[in-house]
């Protein structure tokens, strides 16, 4: 049975009614909620691969880090029901990974140390709506909240931004990834409670 962390602590207020998403409270702090160990790789054997079903295409840490980066201040959402607010990211945007292969996938399965997966539509990952963070609030991103890297798609739940990625593999059809198999929603928008199946 994996081991659960919960980092359920410190204040829950009441936030912006045009932010908060039904169901959620803010928060100040940074909870962590983790299935199993931290993963801790060395940079020096960090990869990042693109699966595409043509040759796959890979990244060392230097060469991810020599990409365009991006600065984003975004909301995010846990489906544990706590939201923080104007949180501020830096990383590459799925556009310029997804720029680098050719493809007509209409869906991305994201793979990750530990073996945690999660799918995603192209639509909510492209144009802007994504990205593979490593560095959060100006400092490296720790390894408590996914680093060296992890996925960041702050308009669904966060569950969906998932912790310590290693890559993506492009597909055709949808496929549930680690929670979504054990019953969360296949999309998580929090807009729409989206948490589990049949919500």
Not at 154 to 166: D, E, G, N, T
Not at 181 to 188: A, E, F, I, R, T
Request: aromatic share 14%.
């Amino acid at each position: 049975m994996p081991v659960i962390s919960r980092g359920f602590r410190g204040r829950r207020g009441e936030g912006p009614s045009d932010r908060i998403p039904p169901g959620q409270h803010r928060v100040d702090d940074f909870p962590v909620l983790s299935a199993g160990p931290t993963p801790h790789t060395p940079l020096e054997q960090w990869t990042f691969t693109i699966e595409s079903g043509a040759e796959p295409v890979t990244w060392t840490w230097d060469e991810f880090r020599a990409l365009p980066r991006e600065e984003v201040t975004v909301d995010i959402h846990c489906v544990t029901k706590w939201s923080k607010l104007d949180t501020v990211w830096e990383g590459v945007s799925l556009d310029t990974l997804l720029g680098h292969v050719e493809h007509d996938a209409s869906y991305l399965v994201a793979f990750c140390d530990g073996g945690y997966t999660t799918n995603l539509p192209l639509e909510h990952v492209t144009d802007g709506k994504a990205w593979v963070a490593y560095g959060y609030d100006g400092e490296p991103l720790e390894p408590e909240h996914g680093g060296p890297a992890r996925l960041l798609v702050p308009h669904l739940y966060f569950w969906k931004s998932a912790k310590w990625i290693r890559g993506f593999r492009l597909q055709d059809e949808d496929e549930p990834g680690f929670w979504e198999s054990n019953g969360y929603h296949l999309l998580g928008d929090p807009w729409q409670e989206q948490r589990y199946w049949g919500d």
